[in-house]
């Protein structure tokens, strides 16, 4: 595909290849966004998505290959070189300066001058009020701190700074992985704002609804190479999954097998603070119980206090029927309790470190060798969770962060399963990984709870929450406000709680 070919694409790239210490991330891959469409992204992690945005954003260099702009090859040397010929990029990581405001954020680096040299501080406040009011966002006040901001204000800041940049091309990275439900769909109106004033969006995304809400065409890669590029009409779930992964899943959500065993942990008027208010709820083994609710709800919260992190102020925690206090996590994994984090980066594993130091954090006292730790036994322990989870790793030595989510998700649950709970409590178990780890993971809680465990599931992902419960329970403002038994919950029913749930606090 020549140059002269792609004077239609605002940026296409013909025939890249990217390798990083030998291992070739992108093979001979052609890949174009038009102005005013939205081409969305997909592939499983480690399939060489963002490996290809880099390259567009000028952060990578192409080994082999060209990249063309409006027709004309161009070479990105760096970032700044992406920026001069219109490509900016939403990361999902969010890229901006806490202490700074609303305004400098937008303008960093390219402020207006008044003809002295000095910046010119009116028109850049003018002028961002002006990129917000594109974006339907006059609520946001420019003087604001980006520190004070929520996730999804900060994220309208970093495209009014793509819009300042007069974007061609925006690149939105996982946009909506840390959003709340009611902040998606503002987004995605965002989007198709951005589309009808002819700027091209890469959309990168593993929820197939939003790509069908939003998407023009879709391009599919894995392990680095380009699976296909079709229009959204000729394709469906089921094929962009297969594509993805490359073989037919059946079923993202495996149903239960066999009934649920004794109740395993009783909670009565468990209560921290303000933020959980007298919950009351059993959990058997060999069940899933999920907790449904808008972020904010408390959910969170009350998988802190169950494992110790936020010891109950008042109320009761049963095991087996006994009354005992979890006033750490120490006590918690020693009761038999494991806890999944929200946020694997940051609170369920040290990103710079190996696979065998993450799981021998938890078992340490197993690991000793008088007052030494058994390097030995370390690398033993990592090898056996590498190959019973599947984690596709060079071995026990590779740093996290060079792992896909999906394979970091698994790191974090077979070192917490390497501690033999009884007790599970995950908290997003599938968040920002893609469909086909999503199933394997899927398939290994029916499998631990098959096998007798108890696992607390809380998720924001209503599909998620309906299709992996045995039981749902909802949860707002700290409380339990509503409850559905095995066969009694839906999209309707939940969704329905939940709302009445806000609405009635609202009004109180």
């Excluded at 769909?185 to 959309?203: F, H, T, W």
């Excluded at 008042?314 to 206090?325: A, F, H, N, Q, Y």
């Excluded at 040290?350 to 058994?374: K, W, Y």
Aim: with cysteine; glycine share 10%.
């Amino acid at each position: 595909m020549r140059a002269d070919s792609q004077s239609a694409s605002a940026i296409s790239l013909s025939h890249v290849s990217k390798s990083f210490t030998g291992l070739k991330v992108l093979k001979d891959v052609d890949f174009d966004v038009r102005a005013g469409e939205v081409h969305a992204l997909l592939g499983e992690n480690g399939a060489g998505k963002s490996t290809l945005i880099k390259i567009m954003a000028g952060l990578y260099q192409p080994d082999e290959g060209e990249i063309a702009a409006e027709g004309r090859v161009v070479k990105f040397a760096t970032a700044r070189d992406a920026h001069a010929a219109g490509i900016a990029t939403v990361h999902q990581e969010l890229l901006l300066f806490p202490e700074l405001t609303v305004a400098e954020n937008i303008f960093l680096g390219q402020a207006p001058k008044m003809a002295c040299g000095v910046l010119d501080w009116t028109a850049m406040r003018r002028q961002s009020r002006e990129l917000l009011d594109v974006l339907d966002s006059p609520e946001l006040d420019i003087d604001a701190k980006i520190g004070n901001l929520s996730v999804a204000n900060r994220q309208r800041v970093e495209i009014a700074r793509a819009l300042s940049q007069k974007a061609r091309v925006v690149i939105m990275d996982e946009p909506t992985a840390a959003l709340a439900e009611s902040d998606v769909q503002r987004l995605l109106d965002i989007v198709l704002r951005l589309k009808a004033r002819g700027v091209g969006i890469v959309y990168v995304s593993h929820r197939l609804p939003e790509i069908f809400g939003l998407a023009d065409r879709v391009t599919v890669l894995r392990d680095g190479v380009r699976v296909g590029t079709h229009h959204i009409r000729e394709v469906d779930e089921s094929s962009l999954v297969s594509m993805m992964v490359g073989r037919v899943i059946d079923r993202l959500y495996p149903g239960k097998v066999g009934a649920s065993g004794q109740t395993v942990l009783e909670l009565r008027d468990l209560s921290y603070r303000s933020t959980v208010r007298n919950i009351s709820l059993d959990l058997k083994a060999r069940e899933i119980l999920g907790i449904a609710g808008l972020v904010g709800s408390g959910r969170t919260e009350l998988a802190l206090t169950l494992f110790g992190i936020t010891p109950a102020t008042s109320g009761k925690i049963l095991l087996d029927g006994k009354e005992v206090r979890i006033d750490s996590p120490e006590t918690a994994r020693e009761l038999g309790i494991a806890y999944i984090p929200e946020d694997r980066g940051l609170q369920g594993l040290i990103r710079s470190q190996t696979i065998a130091e993450n799981v021998a954090l938890p078992n340490l006292d197993r690991l000793l060798r008088g007052i030494f730790i058994d390097i030995g036994r370390v690398l033993m322990l990592a090898r056996e969770t590498i190959a019973k989870f599947s984690i596709r790793a060079r071995g026990p030595n590779q740093i996290i962060r060079e792992l896909s989510g999906g394979n970091q998700q698994k790191v974090v649950l077979g070192k917490w399963l390497s501690t033999e709970p009884r007790i599970l409590i995950m908290d997003e178990p599938t968040r920002g990984i893609d469909v086909g780890a999503k199933a394997e993971i899927h398939q290994l809680m029916r499998k631990l709870a098959a096998d007798g465990m108890a696992i607390l599931m809380i998720s924001s992902e209503l599909p998620e929450v309906l299709g992996m419960s045995d039981r749902v329970l909802v949860m707002n403002g700290g409380r339990i406000v509503a409850g559905f038994g095995e066969g009694e919950a839906s999209a309707e029913a939940v969704g329905a709680a939940m709302t009445r749930a806000r609405s009635s606090m609202d009004a109180a």
